[in-house]
């Protein structure tokens, strides 16, 4: 919005708004703007519009360019170093150094602070993180022993703690609405060998948004299509899924979608691999409490039905199952091939569970239990 009046005053003042940016000089006494979303022009970075005395005012700011017709400055705020207190909205944490390696055997301690007491979650989005993976020689086999990344949310479950590769990801935290207290994460090293790099993005979440989750889900996937991956998934095949994970991914459901379906993504190697036992490797497609006893994904009342479905080998299909694990994602038992799942549950979501008896070997290419790395697509009612 703008409001254009002639003033005889020479005169430059701003003020803080989680709404506007407003600028008074003499020949536009006033121009007011929203606090949008922008990306800062050279770190590439999510930042908000705001005046330029605004942006100043916030620690670790970054003016990165204009927004709102150029009467304001796309602000991009980072806080560099291993710990601290975040006071401002949209803030990314950064280790000490960024961009470069961090060596260092340390414990940093971030303290979330909320903004206001009426934030229901923190979201995470690690915009570039790689700690040292989970290790396979000690027990628990593939833990977070070396390095690790901590949640604490005062009024609810916590995420699990995760490590390794998990660029891209997201996470939201429970911020304990109306109450005078906020989550803490802690990242720990160990050793000084292993070059890490992390760069998290902080945003706080209303109530009642768009985009605010469902209570006790860690993350919310936004459109009718979309890619979700576990923790640790990384790069190839020989990365290995974190142990000890409990938790739930939500989708949100589209206006007019009634249906969502789930597929191995046909783009990244072994897309699909959850043992079903852990000293029993499985190289098909399991499903049911029978077939998952260890590590699984439950897709509720997931089925082979509904338009477009195939399920290979249809003779040993199984209809309605709610646990699927093995190394291939199928609703036909013992499938060498991946199908597509289909889940008419509202609201949308998936649960992930994996244990922590996890082999120490990978022996002759089974059980090498990467992960999974999924794409969903909602249909229409």
Wanted: with cysteine; hydrophobic share 30%; net charge negative.
């Amino acid at each position: 919005m703008l409001i254009f009046t002639i003033c005889a005053l020479l005169l430059f003042q701003s003020y803080n708004s989680n709404k506007t940016g407003r600028i008074l000089n003499p020949l536009i006494q006033v121009v007011s703007f929203p606090n949008d979303p922008c990306t800062g022009s050279s770190t590439s970075l999510l930042g908000t519009c705001f005046s330029p005395p605004e942006c100043n005012a916030k620690t670790g700011s970054l003016a990165d360019g204009k927004c709102a017709s150029g009467f304001g400055v796309c602000c991009v705020v980072r806080v560099n170093g291993c710990g601290g207190s975040i006071i401002n909205n949209n803030t990314h944490l950064e280790n000490t150094g960024y961009p470069d390696k961090y060596t260092e055997a340390n414990t940093c301690t971030y303290n979330l602070d909320k903004i206001s007491p009426d934030i229901c979650f923190i979201r995470l989005d690690f915009v570039n993180f790689v700690l040292d993976g989970p290790v396979s020689a000690v027990s628990p086999n593939w833990d977070c022993s070396n390095d690790k990344l901590v949640f604490t949310t005062p009024s609810s479950r916590a995420p699990p703690e995760i490590c390794g590769y998990n660029t891209d990801q997201h996470l939201y935290l429970d911020a304990s609405y109306q109450l005078q207290v906020s989550p803490v994460m802690v990242i720990t090293t160990t050793g000084t060998a292993f070059e890490r790099t992390w760069q998290i993005r902080v945003d706080q979440i209303k109530c009642g948004t768009l985009y605010t989750p469902p209570h006790g889900c860690i993350q919310y996937q936004h459109g009718v299509s979309g890619r979700f991956r576990s923790f640790n998934f990384g790069l190839d095949n020989d990365y290995h899924h974190l142990n000890k994970q409990d938790y739930a991914i939500c989708f949100r459901r589209e206006l007019g979608y009634c249906i969502i379906s789930y597929t191995a993504a046909d783009d990244e190697g072994d897309s699909f691999y959850l043992s079903g036992h852990p000293n029993n490797p499985s190289t098909n497609a399991k499903a049911g409490e029978t077939g998952c006893v260890a590590d699984f994904i439950t897709i509720p009342r997931g089925t082979n039905g509904g338009a477009g479905a195939s399920c290979a080998n249809s003779g040993a299909t199984a209809d309605n199952l709610g646990r699927f694990c093995g190394r291939r994602l199928s609703c036909a038992k013992d499938s060498d091939v991946n199908a597509i799942v289909y889940s008419d549950v509202v609201p949308f979501q998936i649960h992930v569970e994996l244990n922590e008896a996890e082999p120490i070997t990978q022996p002759a290419a089974n059980n090498k239990n990467r992960g999974f790395s999924v794409d969903y697509r909602q249909l229409l009612c």
